[in-house]
């Protein structure tokens, strides 16, 4: 029932009549609508039968993650997605609470369609629903020109970038979360699944007493994600589970997917998993780390230098300056959320000044020890609320940035960190950390003009919504005294 269940896409099934694919992507790009070979698509869905599917789930990111999409029955799949699949363009604005926010050629513009392409490519079977498949799909203007809203595009326009220095960005997640289980006992009706101390880095049933964690790791592995290895976390109900490293966008992709179906199978067992940043105030907060390289075209490791003292290469300590130096705007990207800064602070293990050091982590950046091919940066500053597309296209963004201008880093941090008279503080809010982004123009820049545009409205619209709302912290503090 767990075993790899991996679905086989002949090669004729991906081809492509116009630009759909590529990754070269730029404001100056005129993109040509993407078409699909009808003959191909024909064949894939012909394929699909053959593996039992009848149903192949069309998804993309929207600004926060959420995974947006339509399905399509195979026997019907050729001729649906041929020209695309057409969805509201709002749907980028559109808050967890439902409502639109107004972003430019939204509402004011009628509410016009873009039109998502899948890529399939990705296709993979969901192994805990029978006879449907899942693909992503990338998103595209009715005239044929990207959707800068869209992340995974985002993400392409950045790997293009790499692209001419001849290199090629690596990327392995890692990504905290919380299970929750139904209670009678608090106003949400939610609490931490198997309350218990201690019980950090423990397997089995003490720390999962229904195993759930054992059950999701078998159907993540039968989904084609490429996941390594899960454990318990230090809060009761907190998880880790690490994927595997691979190109950026593959690890994009994955990390997204994740998310998804961590979400969906906790529903399956009538629980919650929440990536929320910080969801109770007497335990941590759940992370997003992000482990990054670049290799050559010829598939050398860019970030090794056995001839250096420390036997990191001056690409790689450029790539941590250009880090460091964003690293006010890239919070607005890594840490989305109101809720997020509520995770910062000293010693909690998550970062609170913007720092690097070698294998600690204490530090916003962390080198890991190993070297040769594992040669890496660990970018701890991420919090799991974070869009997975956005966060490593941020992080690539500042990282190229270092190295096309080749930056030098300062000093590495010694010791235990949290010292602000060591290193600058990180941005201690979202407002903070937004007026950050829209001021950083070289990263705005790579990222694109028109996405930091329509995340900045979107961003500050969560600000003004929370800064009208009666928060229950008001109501206990004030209204029996006042």
């Given at each position: 029932?767990f075993?790899p269940?991996?679905?086989?896409?002949?090669?004729a099934?991906r081809?492509?009549?116009?630009?759909?694919?590529?990754?070269?992507?730029?404001?100056?790009?005129?993109?040509?609508m993407?078409?699909?070979e009808t003959?191909?698509?024909e064949?894939?869905?012909?394929?699909?039968?053959?593996?039992?599917?009848?149903v192949?789930?069309?998804?993309?990111?929207?600004l926060i993650?959420?995974?947006?999409g339509?399905d399509?029955?195979v026997?019907?799949?050729?001729?649906?997605?041929?020209d695309?699949?057409a969805?509201?363009?709002?749907?980028?604005?559109?808050?967890?609470?439902?409502?639109?926010?107004?972003?430019?050629?939204?509402?004011?513009?009628?509410?016009?369609?873009?039109?998502?392409?899948?890529?399939?490519?990705?296709?993979?079977?969901?192994?805990?629903?029978?006879g449907?498949?899942?693909?992503?799909a990338?998103v595209?203007?009715?005239?044929?020109?990207?959707?800068?809203?869209?992340?995974?595009?985002v993400?392409?326009?950045v790997?293009?970038?790499?692209?001419?220095?001849g290199?090629q960005?690596?990327?392995?997640?890692?990504?905290?979360?919380y299970v929750?289980?139904?209670?009678?006992?608090?106003?949400?009706?939610?609490?931490?699944?198997?309350?218990?101390?201690?019980?950090?880095y423990?397997?089995?049933l003490?720390?999962?007493?229904?195993?759930?964690?054992?059950?999701?790791l078998?159907?993540?592995?039968?989904?084609?994600l490429?996941v390594?290895a899960?454990?318990?976390?230090f809060?009761?109900g907190?998880?880790?589970i690490?994927?595997w490293?691979?190109?950026?966008?593959?690890?994009?992709?994955?990390?997204?997917?994740?998310?998804?179906a961590?979400?969906?199978?906790?529903?399956?067992?009538?629980?919650?998993?929440?990536?929320m940043?910080?969801?109770?105030?007497?335990?941590?907060?759940?992370?997003?780390?992000?482990?990054?390289?670049?290799?050559?075209?010829?598939?050398?490791?860019?970030?090794?230098?056995?001839?250096a003292?420390?036997?990191?290469?001056k690409t790689?300590k450029?790539?941590?300056a250009?880090?460091?130096?964003?690293?006010p705007?890239?919070?607005?990207i890594?840490?989305?959320?109101?809720n997020?800064y509520?995770?910062?602070g000293?010693?909690?293990?998550?970062?609170?000044?913007?720092?690097?050091?070698?294998?600690?982590?204490s530090?916003?950046?962390?080198?890991?020890?190993?070297?040769?091919?594992?040669s890496?940066?660990?970018?701890?500053?991420?919090?799991?609320?974070?869009?997975?597309?956005?966060?490593?296209?941020?992080?690539?963004a500042?990282?190229?940035?270092?190295?096309?201008d080749?930056?030098?880093?300062?000093a590495?941090?010694e010791?235990?960190?949290?010292?602000?008279?060591?290193?600058?503080?990180?941005p201690g809010?979202?407002?903070?950390?937004?007026d950050?982004?829209?001021?950083?123009?070289?990263?705005?820049?790579?990222?694109?003009?028109?996405?930091?545009?329509?995340?900045?409205?979107?961003?500050?619209?969560?600000?003004?919504?929370?800064?009208?709302?009666?928060t229950?912290w008001e109501?206990?503090?004030?209204?029996?005294?006042?």
């Open positions: 029932m075993g269940k991996r679905l086989f896409v002949p090669r099934t081809l492509w009549t116009g630009l759909a694919g590529a990754v070269l992507l730029n404001d100056k790009a005129e993109v040509q993407a078409h699909f003959a191909g698509l064949d894939f869905a012909a394929e699909m039968v053959t593996q039992g599917i009848d192949i789930r069309v998804g993309y990111s929207d993650g959420t995974d947006r339509r399509v029955l026997n019907r799949f050729a001729r649906t997605v041929g695309g699949v969805f509201c363009r709002s749907v980028y604005a559109t808050t967890p609470m439902g409502d639109v926010v107004e972003i430019e050629g939204g509402l004011e513009a009628g509410l016009p369609d873009v039109l998502a392409f899948p890529d399939v490519s990705t296709v993979q079977v969901v192994p805990w629903e029978p449907v498949a899942h693909v992503i990338d595209y203007n009715p005239d044929g020109s990207v959707s800068e809203e869209s992340p995974r595009m993400l392409k326009r790997i293009s970038q790499f692209a001419e220095l290199m960005p690596i990327v392995g997640p890692e990504l905290e979360f929750l289980e139904r209670t009678d006992k608090n106003p949400t009706g939610w609490q931490r699944y198997g309350e218990a101390t201690g019980n950090v423990v397997a089995g003490k720390g999962d007493p229904e195993n759930v964690l054992l059950r999701t078998r159907h993540l592995s039968a989904f084609g490429e390594v899960a454990n318990h976390e809060s009761s907190q998880f880790e690490n994927l490293h691979s190109q950026a966008l593959d690890a994009a992709d994955r990390a997204f997917r994740f998310k998804t961590i979400q969906e199978l906790a529903r399956q067992e009538d629980k919650l998993a929440t990536f940043a910080k969801p109770f105030n007497d335990e941590g907060g759940s992370g997003f780390h992000i482990h990054f390289s670049t290799w050559d075209d010829a598939g050398q490791p860019l970030f090794d230098d056995p001839k003292k420390d036997g990191l290469s790689g450029s790539a941590i250009g880090v460091l130096a964003h690293a705007a890239l919070a607005a890594s840490n989305p959320t109101i997020s509520k995770r910062f000293p010693d909690t293990l998550a970062p609170w000044l913007i720092d690097w050091g070698f294998d600690n982590r530090a916003m950046v962390r080198i890991p020890p190993e070297r040769g091919k594992a890496r940066m660990e970018l701890r500053l991420g919090d799991a609320s974070a869009n997975p597309y956005l966060a490593i296209a941020g992080l690539l500042a990282a190229y940035l270092g190295i096309r080749e930056m030098q880093p300062p590495p941090l010791g235990y960190g949290y010292d602000p008279s060591k290193a600058d503080k990180l809010d979202l407002a903070s950390a937004l950050a982004l829209e001021a950083d123009a070289d990263l705005a820049g790579i990222l694109g003009k028109q996405f930091v545009e329509t995340f900045l409205t979107y961003k500050r619209n969560e600000l003004e919504r929370f800064n009208h709302w009666v229950d109501f206990r503090e004030y209204a029996y005294h006042l």
